[in-house]
């Protein structure tokens, strides 16, 4: 059976990003900021409260009689118990002979063109640790972006406009980035094993590494154009939040209304209509929250019974870094043009030029796990570089009929001009009583 050691690594980030928030809170009283003091408390309880309803809604604690385990919950201390009822699951497997066990069947990948079945047996203590390490890796997500990333944001901000930077704030900071990342990763993993659910999925470690560097890399470069850029322009730092926000919100809605699909009814049966409303508001919140700093591996499809595009779309995924590249320059430009005294001692185009090739590095990294290190690499219609080809030459097939109409119509108009040119030379040609004069010049 395997270690749980996901588990504890969510539990050790959000146990310690919380204790480090509540201090560096009081330490923001004390110095009388009292803005800088509630803002550090929302990011830090929301996303706890949040991640608290994730593990009760996993785990369907509301429908069965555990009022200790609910209590526990409201005294935002579910992840605790949760983890240490990992770890007995864990130490007791094996003692007691289990009554039944269910049969899995899983894919192997492919070889030489050819995939086999193989069954497992799968125990009831397995099963519940496979169930505690879903909904630890989900609240990881939640409380990374729904927590951590506004908290790195906002923090790093402080550092900026104080030109100071201590040393709980700069630990802090450190530990929101650690789980951010980790977030991203358990998320690019999520959205492996739900997209290919039917094969035996083993990710190596070079994986974990290639996604590693390539979510700190983006995320720690997004985190900083932004604040560079909200630190001149106060004004216009909300409008480019909201844009972005809700329209990674409305997107997934606006592609179930053109599809026409009837409302999704088969996510808990315990749910009404509008609990139902309630639960894809919040996935798709989060959805938002993830695409404000990185690209989402998982794609939410509203009218798909998992609520989750299975389909490996590299056209969205080149689109998406491609704007984000034009969106992080632009906002870099807006910050060199505009930038303060308080970047006096800073070599302005060094700091740009840096921010941009980070952001390339981690597009290479990303590139580099598809094309590589993916698990799955080998069930893939097509490589991610002949899918960026593909994008690519249909980009410009859109463009070249434009351009080739243009280039018929400017070939048609000097011929038309060529005629009425040889026409008027043989009208004045008649006139001057020699209609045959230009012929014969021009041959």
């Known amino acids: 059976m395997k270690f749980p050691g996901s588990v504890l690594i969510s539990l050790v980030l959000f146990v310690a990003e919380t204790a480090t928030a509540l201090c560096l809170s009081g330490a923001y009283r004390a110095a009388g900021d009292r803005m800088w003091q509630w803002l ?10 949040l991640v608290q309803l994730s593990l009760v809604f996993i785990h369907r604690d509301v429908s069965r009689d555990r009022p200790l385990v609910l209590l526990l919950h409201l005294l935002q201390l579910g992840p605790l118990v949760r983890c240490v009822e990992v770890f007995y699951i864990y130490f007791r497997a094996g003692r007691v002979e289990e009554p039944y066990v269910s049969i899995t069947k899983k894919r192997q990948m492919p070889k030489d063109g050819y995939s086999e079945e193989v069954e497992k047996e799968v125990g009831q203590a397995e099963g519940k640790l496979c169930t505690h390490r879903s909904a630890f890796s989900r609240a990881s997500v939640i409380q990374a972006f729904l927590g951590s990333a506004p908290q790195l944001t906002l923090q790093l901000y402080i550092c900026v406009l104080q030109q100071e930077i201590t040393a709980a704030r700069s630990i802090f900071m450190v530990l929101s980035l650690l789980s951010i990342v980790y977030g991203a990763l358990r998320c690019n993993i999520l959205a492996i094993k739900i997209k290919y659910d039917d094969y035996d999925v083993s990710v190596k470690p070079t994986a974990y590494l290639c996604i590693f560097m390539w979510r700190s890399f983006e995320i720690a470069t997004r985190v900083t154009v932004l604040v560079l850029f909200s630190s001149v322009l106060q ?36 749910l009404s209509r509008v609990g139902t409303t309630i639960v894809l508001c919040l996935l798709t919140f989060l959805y938002a929250g993830i695409n404000m700093f990185c690209w989402s591996a998982v794609q939410v499809k509203l009218n798909d019974p998992d609520l989750i595009n299975k389909s490996q779309n590299w056209y969205r995924l080149t689109v998406y870094y491609m704007l984000r590249f034009i969106e992080n320059a632009f906002l870099l430009l807006m910050w060199y043009i505009y930038k303060t005294d308080i970047y006096l001692y800073v070599c302005a185009p060094l700091l740009v030029l840096q921010l941009l090739i980070a952001y390339c590095m981690a597009i290479l990294f990303m590139l580099v796990f598809y094309q590589f290190c993916h698990p799955c690499k080998k069930l893939f219609s097509s490589s991610i570089t002949e899918g960026l080809l593909s994008c690519f030459m249909f980009c410009f097939i859109c463009k070249s009929p434009k351009s080739s109409t243009l280039t018929d119509k400017a070939d048609l108009k000097s011929s038309e001009n060529a005629d009425e040119s040889q026409s008027s030379n043989k009208t004045i040609d008649s006139l001057n009583g020699n209609p045959h004069q230009s012929v014969s010049s021009n041959a």
Do not use: D, H, M, R
């Not at 550090?40 to 409260?49: D, G, N, S, V």
């Open 40 to 49: 550090t408390l929302l990011f830090a309880l929301l996303p706890c409260a």
């Open 235 to 270: 004004i216009w730092t909300l409008p480019v939040v909201l844009v972005n926000f809700f329209g990674f919100f409305f997107y997934p809605w606006i592609l179930f209304w053109q599809s026409k699909s009837p409302f999704p009814e088969n996510i808990e049966k315990a």
